[in-house]
Nanobody
Framework: QVQLVESGGGLVQPGGSLRLSCVASGISFRLYVWSWYRQAPGKQRELVARISVAGSSQYADSVKGRFTISRDNAENTVYLQMNSLKPEDTAVYYC???????????WGQGTQVTVSS
């Protein structure tokens, strides 16, 4: 059974930092593309960052230069380091694992990030 468990969310002041983690089990971690998405109240879920099997990353324009995605294949964990947080970063953050060749797509349960003074 595949499980993706996010952690690291919370309440932080503007300008602060958080590091989200997503630990995976029941999955061939290194063979998947990993992404972080977020969904704010009343808005559609949007892609925040993605890291390929080879380790190359891409980011939404709104987070470039502030967020960093990384993966640890040995620990079956993907991270999202979030710096210089803004109130508009407030959302539920979800990790996603995708392996297009198999049509496999998995989601975590989400972790709340709130940026407020």
């Amino acid at each position: 059974q595949v499980q993706l468990v996010e952690s690291g969310g919370g309440l932080v002041q503007p300008g602060g930092s958080l590091r989200l983690s997503c630990v995976a089990s029941g999955i061939s971690f290194r063979l998947y593309v990993w992404s972080w998405y977020r969904q704010a109240p009343g808005k559609q879920r949007e892609l925040v960052a993605r890291i390929s099997v080879a380790g190359s990353s891409q980011y939404a324009d709104s987070v470039k230069g502030r967020f960093t995605i990384s993966r640890d294949n040995a620990e079956n964990t993907v991270y999202l380091q979030m710096n210089s947080l803004k109130p508009e970063d407030t959302a539920v953050y979800y990790c996603n694992a995708n392996r297009a060749a198999l049509g496999s797509d998995y989601w975590g349960q989400g972790t709340q990030v709130t940026v407020s003074s």
